[in-house]
């Protein structure tokens, strides 16, 4: 099985702070990465595709990038609406997906 | 536009049957684009991916779940269901349902999300 880790567990950050997120898997997984932020008490919501594709409606401060093993999820410029925890999650070839076991964003 | 919407009972007694179903409204289950998947995240904890199924009926699961997973698709009424069997205390959890692109491979639509307590 595949397995995903991501650091920091927890990331305190001011607004306007440029914040990086970091997710490895176990092996390689090509660009088969999506990350997902989620806010208490309500469903994930995607951010990043394919490693690097920006979700439709997503705002243009959040990037991704990476291939193979390492990836990360950029916040170029951290906005109120930005504390909450994010997710990565793989996908490989045999057709199942892990997620990787969050990293809290809060407030510095 | 895609909407998905979890339903099931919120209670369920320890070594029962866990069954939920996702109805899928603003596009159809049959659509060659969407896989239809089962998330769950217990209490203060992360996301764990439960299993993922096609319209066709090619099913895929977790691993660690596999032996008690059940996921059907039933495209006449645009719903798929999840039976969890054999239920514990650690099986509580939020349980998700959402859409999987073909594309992205990645959950692009989300149900809000049904609360399952297993207690007796």
């Known amino acids: 099985d595949i397995q995903m880790t991501q650091s920091p567990s927890t990331l305190s950050a001011s607004v306007g702070d440029r914040v990086t997120i970091t997710c490895r898997a176990s092996q390689s997984i090509s660009s088969w990465l999506a990350w997902y932020q989620q806010k208490p008490g309500k469903a994930p919501k995607l951010l990043i595709y394919k490693a690097s594709s920006l979700e439709s409606g997503v705002p243009s401060r959040f990037s991704g990038s990476g291939s193979g093993t390492e990836f990360t999820l950029t916040i170029s410029s951290l906005q109120p609406d930005d504390f909450a925890t994010y997710y990565c999650q793989q996908y490989n070839s045999y057709s199942t997906f892990t997620f990787g076991p969050g990293t809290k964003v809060d407030i510095k | ?120």
């Open chain 2, 1 to 120: 536009q895609l909407q998905l919407q979890e339903s099931g009972p919120g209670l369920v007694k320890p070594s029962e049957t866990l069954s939920l179903t996702c109805t899928v409204s603003g596009g159809s289950i049959s659509s060659s684009s969407y896989y239809w998947g089962w998330i769950r995240q217990p209490p203060g904890k992360g996301l764990e991916w439960i299993g993922s199924i096609y319209y066709s009926g090619s099913t895929y699961y977790n691993p660690s779940l596999k032996s008690r997973v059940t996921i059907s698709v039933d495209t006449s009424k645009n719903q798929f269901s999840l039976k969890l069997s054999s239920v514990t205390a650690a099986d509580t959890a939020v349980y998700y349902c959402a859409s999987i692109t073909i594309f992205g491979v990645s959950m692009d639509v989300w149900g809000q999300g049904t609360t399952v307590t297993v207690s007796s």
